[in-house]
Nanobody, 119 residues
Framework: VQLQASGGGLVQAGESLRLSCVASGMAFSVTPMNWYRQAPGMQREVVGT???????NYVDSVRGRFTISRDNDKNTMYLQMNNLKPEDTAVYYC??????????????WGQGTLVTVSS
């Protein structure tokens, strides 16, 4: 399983960015996916999750500003981030957990993409 995140960069407060996460080596269309972020000096936190059918949930701090979507034909998940704030500055990671009955679960992470929001 490989997860490749991209799309980060430096923006000003109020601007937008779209992150992408391309997955390979897994049955993407039937697998829930997650976005996490880790700000400097902070613990990694979940940003949101998306079901295989496209239903998304978000942490309160980004709800209404961020949108998670997916294109199962392209094995790609997206994170559209609007009205960015300096406190959104972090390394953003895509993630999935694959569960094998009778064996257990395995956590897979992308390499992270840095988002920096200046005030």
């Amino acid at each position: 399983v490989q997860l490749q995140a991209s799309g980060g960069g430096l923006v000003q407060a109020g601007e937008s960015l779209r992150l992408s996460c391309v997955a390979s080596g897994m049955a993407f269309s039937v697998t829930p996916m997650n976005w996490y972020r880790q700000a400097p000096g902070m613990q990694r936190e979940v940003v949101g999750t998306i079901t295989p059918s496209g239903f998304a949930n978000y942490v309160d701090s980004v709800r209404g500003r961020f949108t998670i979507s997916r294109d199962n034909d392209k094995n790609t998940m997206y994170l559209q981030m609007n009205n960015l704030k300096p406190e959104d500055t972090a390394v953003y990671y895509c993630n999935t957990v694959l569960r094998t009955p009778g064996v257990g679960s395995a956590n897979f992470w992308g390499q992270g993409t840095l988002v920096t929001v200046s005030s």
